[in-house]
């Protein structure tokens, strides 16, 4: 039986006693909510830089763990930016024959930079018309290597970007991977690819599957160059392609590599590095012993 104080209430300590508990509960405050609105800022402040981000990569970039990352994202009702443009289909190459190139890269999986290079292009739509973008792969790093823009999508439009590729890491693949495009299977870009000893792998008809990583590249990289008609002239679109390009390569993160592709290259030129000077400093200590 609990006492009233002379003024006919209870105190907060005769309540606390009376219920069990420490004075000090009766003023707590779940903190759940507090931390939860600390991490709803730091997601904004990553969607702000990264719009198209969805939990994982936020996850990533944040260091927390991804179910919380979701957790707080629906409650907060917090979405990346998702507007994905109409597609566009590929010109059917009409009574062209089946190439005579199998997939050679079905299972392999690289180990290093410059093993497999993965080719595509694709269209995109400004001003009522289309211009084309190819773009070549590191499929270990899954780094654009080489591009090339133009009006027309020919074998110029994917010889140079494969040029570019050769003159930007001074070196040529084992595998050279596409569709069966006429301008793949030219005999102009064929050649080149013969001249310097690069196999040749192509997809079956009808399987964009079987070059998933280029397919995958594009589909994303529609959705964050976004709505292309806010573009007032072709200039401005060439440049937010290039500057897309850069940010994918330098700074957006990969699910896969957990990093974005060109730091996922240092840091792999790193470990090779240092596991050489390893090797070199161990065999000289044997040389004189």
């Not at 976004?226 to 700074?251: C, D, M, P, V």
Request: one cysteine or more; glycine letters at 4%; aromatic letters at 12%.
């Amino acid at each position: 039986m609990i006492k009233n104080s002379p003024n006919n209430k209870l105190t907060k300590t005769e309540i606390a006693k009376s219920l069990g508990l420490s004075r000090s509960s009766l003023y707590y405050h779940p903190k759940q909510p507090i931390k939860d609105k600390i991490i709803k800022k730091s997601i904004q402040d990553v969607l702000g830089v990264h719009p198209s981000y969805g939990h994982r990569r936020i996850a990533l970039e944040l260091k927390l763990n991804k179910k919380c990352i979701l957790r707080i994202m629906k409650k907060f009702s917090l979405k990346p930016y998702r507007r994905r443009t109409k597609k566009p289909s590929k010109l059917d190459d009409i009574g062209k024959p089946i190439a005579s190139y199998q997939n050679e890269i079905k299972n392999l999986v690289p180990l290093k930079p410059n093993i497999i290079w993965v080719a595509d292009f694709t269209y995109i739509g400004f001003q009522n018309k289309f211009i084309y973008l190819a773009t070549m792969m590191d499929l270990f790093t899954r780094e654009i290597i080489g591009w090339n823009i133009s009006i027309n999508h020919d074998r110029s439009l994917v010889l140079t970007a494969l040029k570019i590729a050769f003159a930007k890491t001074k070196t040529t693949p084992i595998y050279h991977h596409s569709d069966q495009g006429s301008e793949y299977d030219s005999i102009e870009y064929t050649n080149k690819l013969k001249e310097h000893k690069i196999i040749i792998s192509m997809s079956k008809k009808a399987h964009p599957w079987e070059n998933g990583f280029q397919e995958s590249f594009y589909s994303e990289f529609k959705l964050e160059l976004g709505w292309i008609n806010r573009f007032e002239t072709l200039g401005e679109l060439i440049e937010a392609i290039y500057l897309q390009i850069n940010y994918y390569n330098t700074k957006r993160i990969h699910t896969s590599l957990k990093t974005s592709p060109v730091k996922f290259k240092d840091q792999y030129l790193l470990k090779e590095y240092l596991k050489t000077l390893k090797n070199i400093n161990l065999q000289t200590f044997r040389q004189s012993v």
